[in-house]
């Protein structure tokens, strides 16, 4: 049995969040696994209620639960003069360390290249943007004001675990390939840190073939031949540039999902924002967040040996390619003239 909380957030999060719970459910119930589902409030609710986007009751209740489908927070949500950083805190909070992000084309999907099939391990409580609090700039400082400074944290624990989860995921895919992504030559420390212990993981995993590529490099090498990387492991800020190219190189911000994860809990969480200028009218693409929910299917169901959980989220990777393929019920954005609900029910009768 698992505890699952739902937030919905804003705008197209309330929208395809439901898709997603609509998913999960209709898998559950094919293999028998049992979902406890609890629903909290974040963003403007969260604000409405308790005076936060994500207000500490919420980060309570999560305490309870394995897992968690975490819906798009707008900008509408709280004052623009609010310094409040909402994502952060909660990942150091749940010591939610490894966003782990799938990028993956499709053959009848219009996309800059075929073939792509990678998976980003970002580290997401360290490096620039490694604050303990809750306030937007902490990390950053300007003693006057002809100069700025901005910290970057690297601990080899950090660097260590986040390497881990990327060789354990490219354990189990064909290619068996971890590439670490950094500029050693550059930030000696922070760099050669993060390096140091990749380098000292893949000595644990004789099965995984590991390189290094260079940040700025990378860049360019995954434009021109994504193909030829498997699993990508990266720091905070370096990995919040190449998901987002990872994301262009196959079609968009309507088909990237993530899971951001730590040991014990998972958060699913689309890459993509609460999408204000098609909010409420039924056309958001559902994908990103129903196949999020897929990975924390499967991530818990790796974790705790729950077959029926692993089982539920291949039923529903397979539905969902087959909606793709067949291409009948596909959102504004993939092509389609499907609503967002449509979509989301072709899934669960491809189920
Ligand atoms: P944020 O800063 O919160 O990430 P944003 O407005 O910069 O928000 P998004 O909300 O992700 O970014 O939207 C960027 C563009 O992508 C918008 O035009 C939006 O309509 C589109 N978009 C985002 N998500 C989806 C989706 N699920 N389906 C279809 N279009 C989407």
Same mark, same amino acid.
């Given at each position: 049995m698992l505890n699952i909380g739902v937030l919905l957030g804003d705008d197209i999060g309330l929208e395809v969040v439901p898709e997603a719970v609509k998913v999960m459910k209709a898998a559950a119930a094919k293999t028998g696994l049992q979902i406890v589902w609890s629903e909290h409030a974040i963003g403007k609710r969260g604000h409405e209620l308790h $005076?936060?986007? /994500?207000p500490l009751q919420t980060q309570a209740e999560l305490e309870k639960t394995d897992g968690w489908l975490c819906g798009p927070i707008g900008h509408?949500? =709280?004052?623009?003069?609010?310094?409040t950083w909402i994502m952060p805190p909660v990942r150091k909070r749940f010591e939610l360390y490894a966003n782990i992000k799938p990028v993956k084309s499709y053959p009848n999907i219009p996309s800059v290249h075929k073939n792509v099939d990678i998976v980003f391990l970002r580290e997401v409580?360290? $490096? *620039?943007?490694?604050?303990? !609090?809750?306030?937007?700039?902490? $990390?950053? /400082?300007?003693?006057?004001? &002809?100069i700025s400074i901005g910290t970057r944290v690297v601990t080899r624990r950090g660097a260590n675990r986040v390497a881990r989860a990327a060789f354990e995921i490219a354990r189990s895919r064909p290619r068996k390939t971890v590439t670490a992504l950094h500029k050693e030559p550059v930030y000696r420390l922070v760099c050669g840190m993060f390096a140091e212990e990749c380098r000292k993981v893949a000595k644990e995993f004789p099965d995984v073939h590991f390189n290094e590529v260079l940040i700025d490099g990378f860049m360019m090498k995954a434009v021109m031949n994504?193909?030829? =990387?498997d699993v990508v492991v990266t720091t905070n800020q370096f990995g919040d540039i190449v998901t987002d190219l990872g994301a262009g190189l196959v079609g968009g911000l309507g088909l990237a999902p993530g899971l951001v994860c730590g040991d014990h809990q998972a958060m699913a969480q689309a !890459?993509?924002?609460? &999408?204000?200028?098609? &909010? $409420?009218?039924?056309?958001?693409?559902p994908y990103a967040l129903i196949m999020s929910g897929q990975m924390l299917l499967e991530w818990l169901g790796r974790k705790r040996g729950d077959t029926k959980a692993v089982e539920a989220a291949m039923w529903i990777e397979r539905a969902m390619e087959r909606v793709i393929a067949e291409?009948?019920? *596909?959102?504004a954005d993939l092509g389609g003239t499907a609503s967002t609900t449509q979509m989301g029910d072709a899934v669960v009768s491809a189920l």
């Open positions: $005076g936060h986007t /994500f509408n949500a =709280y004052p623009r003069n609010d310094p409580t360290e $490096g *620039l943007q490694s604050s303990d !609090t809750v306030v937007a700039g902490a $990390g950053e /400082f300007r003693p006057n004001d &002809a994504p193909r030829q =990387y !890459t993509h924002g609460s &999408a204000p200028d098609i &909010a $409420g009218k039924n056309m958001a693409n291409q009948r019920q *596909l959102t």
